[in-house]
Every structure is written in structure tokens, then in C-alpha cells.
């Protein structure tokens, strides 16, 4: 990547600090990327004076600029380069003149000795990658150590910098690579949108025609009514989704820099996607049961084609809970889903709700009476090593290796809801026997494996 024009102010400060040394002459260079079977080609970002590099003694020392297709000269090394690194050097550094030493071992004479001491060449290091040189000279004296000490953290601080320089021009080039596919993404999202509109309003009409041609006592009326329900669920799903892209949207457009207008949407991009719950109301009053009721009959249809027994323990008069009927329909619809899905043919599944006084059971509920709302399957259950990864969003641990779909955001989405309301979420396996059904349905149920999954919800009173 080309040098960005803060790197080269920087450059151009450091070589100023070299020339406040004493240094007549100091200049930086980057090495470009290295070809196999080609010399490295050092190219100058910053030199002092610029009449340096255009004077007789540098002509034949020439390397490549990177800001046109012009060559300039690069002031001539006046002596072998006094660095920490030979090998490193001498695959980078520019020839010397026909007739120059190539060693400095070679050099014995104090003559030879001080004219070595008025250049110093350092190279620019950071871990074990050589990315330039720092050249800085003079005619009159040589340095001294303190000098050259100066001189080496000055080219410690731009090889340092030269590399934050780089990983910024990567990052911005990164930043506008995912914002472009980010627009892309919003397109198909919109286009998808607009085509899933149709089938769904077809859907739900078609359900309502059913409704209206069923007789009450046709047991497939509760089926037709089902259709409509979950096309309304759908449909308010698809709203909040169309209004979500429209908020990200707008937000990438406010964030380069093209719509000052979209700045009243951003912050409703918090309650978006999947949450459910409406801004500054995360608590309301509803019936448990009330909410469970249309799930079952969906869950009972599905049970029915799969060839398992669905069992439900809901007492009569139960109080209110302080829920989002809509958040909590969306938790317990992944749970039920989620125990259809892992259930094999010819098994049960379990949902039992029941009411808990402020008795210490729940160490969360010590001072507060709550609703329990329990499901549990009989499947192979989940590996002890995925239970504490359950939660967090697109693990699937063990079950990823299997043919069952899924995306691992359901459970996920649950917690985060429970939470919103106050309430808690906890996982048994195998299934805790006390979620369980009594033993007078007569029922054979394996404990030994399954899964059970219980929300705890604080009691409305």
C-alpha cells in the first residue's frame, strides 16, 4: 500500500529531528513488496534538502518513486552503513559506486574508520520485517553515540508507524469493502421482502376462506384458524424486519456520510430485529395459558403427523404474569419447536405450567410468587459439554453434526426475551422428573435422557 499523506508529515518530522542533530542530509525509504528472483527497490517518501538527491556524487544511485513513473536519485551512501543487522542491509540497502569498499571489515585505516561515522543507515524493523531505511549524514564530524542513539529511535518510532499505517489503510479499505457488501445485502433483503408480501397475503386469505367454509364442528376449523394465526404472526414478523433493513439502511447511509435525515432512526435499530418487546414498555400483563393456547393447537397438529404425544399440564386460574404476550408466544413457540424437532417418532412431549409461591424455592424469586412454565422432550438429550454454550447465539454444538436444520438463534433469542421481562430460563439433562406429568396418565416416559427447559415468569399481582 502506498504511503498515506499523515505517514509522510510524519516523515518529514522525523527527518527534521535528524537535521536539528546536525545531519546535512537525511532521508527515509520504504522497501517496496519484494518479487522472488528481483532486488528490492527502496522508494523515497521524505528527503532533506530535496537538492540532495539531484547533486553530481549521488548520479548512478537511482531508485523507483512511488508517486510518478519518473526514477530519482537517492543520495549516495558516502561509507559502508553502521547498523545492528548486515545481513538485513545488504538485501535492501542501494548499490555502492564501481570502486566502493562493499565491507566495512575491510576499512581498517582511522581514516576509512571516520568517514564510516558520519553516515549512519538504520533499518526500519518490526518483528523480523525490514520495511525501509532511515539514512541520515554529514561532511563535517562524525556522530557520537548519543547521536546515534537519537538516531535509532527515530527509526524505531516510523517503523512502528510505518506498520499502524498500513494496518489503517487495510482497515478502511476492509471498512468500505463490508459496507459495500452491506449495501448489497440491503438490496436483496428489500427484493426478497417485496416477493415474500404475495405469497403471504395469499396464504392468510386463503386460510380465511377456510374458516369461513368450515362448520364449527368440523375438527379441521381449528386447523383453518391456525393458518390465519401464524400468517398474522408472519406478517408482523415481516413488518418488523422491513422496518429493521430500512434502520440499517439508513444507519450506513448516515455513517458515510449521505443522509443527515436517517439520524432520528438510528436508535430504533435497538429494538430490532428479533426483540420483540416495545421501547420503554418491556413489562405487560397476560395470561400464560392465554398465550399457550393457539401454540398447542399448532403443536398438536405437527405432533400428530410426526406420530408423537403431546401432553399438557396447565391448571385452571392461574394469575397473571408480568410478560409481553407477543415476546413470550415467540419463547414458548421456540421451546415447543424445538422439542417437536429432537423428538423421535413414537415419543412424548411434556409442557407443564405451575404456579410457585415466594417459598425459596428459586434463589431469583425468593420475595416475589412466579409461574413456571416447563417443557421437556424425550430425545437423546444435550452433551454436557455443549449446556454451557446453549445460549449463545448460532452454537449448535452436537446437533450441528446432525441432518436436523437449524440455525442456533432460537435459544438465543428466548433468553434475551426472558431476560428483557425479568424473568429466567434454565435447562435440565436429562429432563428433571419434576417437570413431568403425574404418574396417573400412564404414560412411559425414559428420564434418563431428553432435555427440559424452563421459563420463570414474576407473578402479576
Same mark, same amino acid.
Given at each position: 500500500?502506498?504511503?498515506?499523506?499523515? %505517514?509522510?508529515?510524519?516523515?518529514? !518530522?522525523?527527518?527534521?529531528?535528524?537535521?536539528?542533530?546536525?545531519?546535512?542530509?537525511?532521508?527515509?525509504?520504504?522497501?517496496?513488496?519484494?518479487?522472488?528472483?528481483?532486488?528490492?527497490?527502496?522508494?523515497?517518501?521524505?528527503?532533506?534538502?530535496?537538492?540532495?538527491?539531484?547533486?553530481? +556524487?549521488?548520479?548512478?544511485?537511482?531508485?523507483?518513486?512511488?508517486?510518478?513513473?519518473?526514477?530519482?536519485?537517492?543520495?549516495?551512501?558516502?561509507?559502508?552503513?553502521?547498523?545492528?543487522?548486515?545481513?538485513?542491509? +545488504?538485501?535492501?540497502?542501494?548499490?555502492?559506486?564501481?570502486?566502493? /569498499?562493499?565491507?566495512?571489515?575491510?576499512?581498517?585505516?582511522? /581514516?576509512?574508520?571516520?568517514?564510516?561515522?558520519?553516515?549512519?543507515?538504520?533499518?526500519?524493523?518490526?518483528?523480523?520485517?525490514?520495511?525501509?531505511?532511515?539514512?541520515?549524514?554529514?561532511?563535517?564530524?562524525?556522530?557520537?553515540?548519543?547521536?546515534?542513539?537519537?538516531?535509532?529511535?527515530?527509526?524505531?518510532?516510523?517503523?512502528?508507524?510505518?506498520?499502524?499505517?498500513?494496518?489503517?489503510?487495510?482497515?478502511?479499505?476492509?471498512?468500505?469493502?463490508?459496507?459495500?457488501?452491506?449495501?448489497?445485502?440491503?438490496?436483496?433483503?428489500?427484493?426478497?421482502?417485496?416477493?415474500?408480501?404475495?405469497?403471504?397475503? @395469499?396464504?392468510?386469505?386463503?386460510?380465511?376462506?377456510?374458516?369461513? =367454509?368450515?362448520? $364449527? +364442528?368440523?375438527?379441521?376449523?381449528?386447523? @383453518? %384458524? !391456525?393458518?390465519?394465526?401464524?400468517?398474522?404472526?408472519?406478517?408482523?414478523?415481516?413488518?418488523?424486519?422491513?422496518?429493521?433493513?430500512?434502520?440499517?439502511?439508513?444507519?450506513?447511509?448516515?455513517?458515510?456520510?449521505?443522509?443527515?435525515? @436517517?439520524?432520528?432512526?438510528?436508535?430504533?435499530?435497538?429494538?430490532?430485529?428479533?426483540?420483540?418487546?416495545?421501547?420503554?414498555?418491556?413489562?405487560?400483563?397476560?395470561?400464560?395459558?392465554?398465550?399457550?393456547?393457539?401454540?398447542?393447537?399448532?403443536?398438536?397438529?405437527?405432533?400428530?403427523?410426526?406420530?408423537?404425544?403431546?401432553?399438557?399440564?396447565?391448571?385452571?386460574?392461574? $394469575?397473571?404474569?408480568?410478560?409481553?404476550?407477543?415476546?413470550?408466544?415467540?419463547?414458548?413457540?421456540?421451546?415447543?419447536?424445538?422439542?417437536?424437532?429432537?423428538?423421535?417418532?413414537? =415419543?412424548?412431549?411434556?409442557?407443564?405450567?405451575?404456579?410457585?409461591?415466594?417459598?425459596?424455592?428459586?434463589?431469583?424469586? !425468593?420475595?416475589? $410468587?412466579?409461574?413456571?412454565?416447563?417443557?421437556?422432550?424425550?430425545?437423546?438429550?444435550?452433551?454436557?459439554?455443549?449446556? +454451557?454454550?446453549?445460549?449463545?447465539?448460532?452454537?449448535?454444538?452436537?446437533?450441528?453434526?446432525?441432518?436436523?436444520?437449524?440455525?442456533?438463534?432460537?435459544?438465543?433469542?428466548?433468553?434475551?426475551?426472558? =431476560?428483557?421481562?425479568?424473568?429466567?430460563?434454565?435447562?435440565?439433562?436429562?429432563?428433571?422428573?419434576?417437570?413431568?406429568?403425574?404418574? /396417573?396418565?400412564?404414560?412411559?416416559?425414559?428420564?434418563?435422557?431428553?432435555?427440559?427447559?424452563?421459563?420463570?415468569?414474576?407473578?402479576?399481582?
Amino acid at each position: 500500500m502506498p504511503a498515506s499523506s499523515e %505517514f509522510v508529515k510524519l516523515c518529514r !518530522s522525523q527527518v527534521a529531528i535528524a537535521v536539528s542533530l546536525g545531519a546535512k542530509f537525511s532521508a527515509v525509504y520504504l522497501t517496496q513488496e519484494l518479487v522472488e528472483g528481483s532486488e528490492a527497490k527502496l522508494v523515497p517518501i521524505a528527503v532533506y534538502p530535496e537538492t540532495s538527491a539531484e547533486s553530481e +556524487e549521488n548520479q548512478g544511485l537511482r531508485l523507483q518513486s512511488s508517486e510518478s513513473s519518473t526514477v530519482k536519485p537517492v543520495p549516495r551512501l558516502l561509507a559502508p552503513p553502521i547498523v545492528t543487522e548486515e545481513s538485513t542491509v +545488504e538485501a535492501i540497502a542501494p548499490e555502492r559506486l564501481p570502486g566502493e /569498499e562493499r565491507s566495512s571489515h575491510q576499512c581498517q585505516g582511522p /581514516e576509512n574508520v571516520w568517514q564510516q561515522r558520519r553516515q549512519i543507515v538504520t533499518p526500519l524493523i518490526h518483528e523480523g520485517a525490514v520495511m525501509g531505511l532511515l539514512v541520515s549524514g554529514r561532511q563535517d564530524r562524525p556522530w557520537n553515540e548519543r547521536e546515534e542513539a537519537q538516531i535509532q529511535q527515530i527509526a524505531r518510532t516510523l517503523a512502528l508507524a510505518c506498520i499502524l499505517d498500513q494496518r489503517s489503510q487495510w482497515m478502511q479499505q476492509e471498512l468500505g469493502t463490508s459496507r459495500q457488501i452491506q449495501a448489497q445485502v440491503y438490496d436483496t433483503m428489500h427484493n426478497l421482502l417485496h416477493q415474500f408480501k404475495s405469497p403471504l397475503t @395469499a396464504l392468510r386469505t386463503f386460510g380465511k376462506l377456510l374458516t369461513r =367454509r368450515l362448520v $364449527p +364442528e368440523d375438527k379441521n376449523r381449528n386447523v @383453518a %384458524f !391456525s393458518i390465519v394465526r401464524e400468517s398474522d404472526r408472519l406478517q408482523e414478523l415481516l413488518g418488523q424486519f422491513d422496518r429493521t433493513v430500512d434502520t440499517g439502511e439508513a444507519h450506513l447511509k448516515l455513517r458515510s456520510g449521505t443522509s443527515e435525515k @436517517a439520524m432520528s432512526n438510528v436508535e430504533s435499530i435497538r429494538h430490532s430485529p428479533l426483540s420483540l418487546l416495545p421501547a420503554g414498555n418491556l413489562q405487560e400483563s397476560c395470561f400464560v395459558a392465554e398465550v399457550l393456547k393457539p401454540l398447542l393447537i399448532s403443536a398438536e397438529a405437527i405432533a400428530s403427523e410426526r406420530n408423537l404425544k403431546l401432553v399438557a399440564d396447565i391448571p385452571a386460574d392461574l $394469575p397473571p404474569v408480568w410478560a409481553n404476550d407477543r415476546a413470550l408466544r415467540e419463547v414458548l413457540s421456540n421451546l415447543i419447536d424445538n422439542a417437536l424437532k429432537y423428538t423421535p417418532a413414537g =415419543r412424548q412431549i411434556y409442557i407443564k405450567v405451575r404456579y410457585k409461591a415466594a417459598d425459596g424455592d428459586r434463589a431469583g424469586y !425468593s420475595q416475589l $410468587p412466579a409461574i413456571a412454565v416447563a417443557v421437556s422432550d424425550t430425545g437423546s438429550g444435550i452433551p454436557p459439554q455443549d449446556l +454451557e454454550h446453549l445460549f449463545e447465539r448460532h452454537y449448535r454444538g452436537e446437533k450441528a453434526q446432525t441432518e436436523i436444520p437449524g440455525t442456533g438463534l432460537g435459544l438465543a433469542i428466548a433468553r434475551d426475551l426472558v =431476560r428483557q421481562m425479568q424473568g429466567e430460563i434454565e435447562v435440565f439433562s436429562p429432563v428433571n422428573p419434576e417437570w413431568l406429568p403425574s404418574a /396417573e396418565t400412564n404414560l412411559l416416559y425414559p428420564t434418563e435422557r431428553g432435555t427440559t427447559f424452563v421459563v420463570w415468569l414474576p407473578v402479576n399481582k
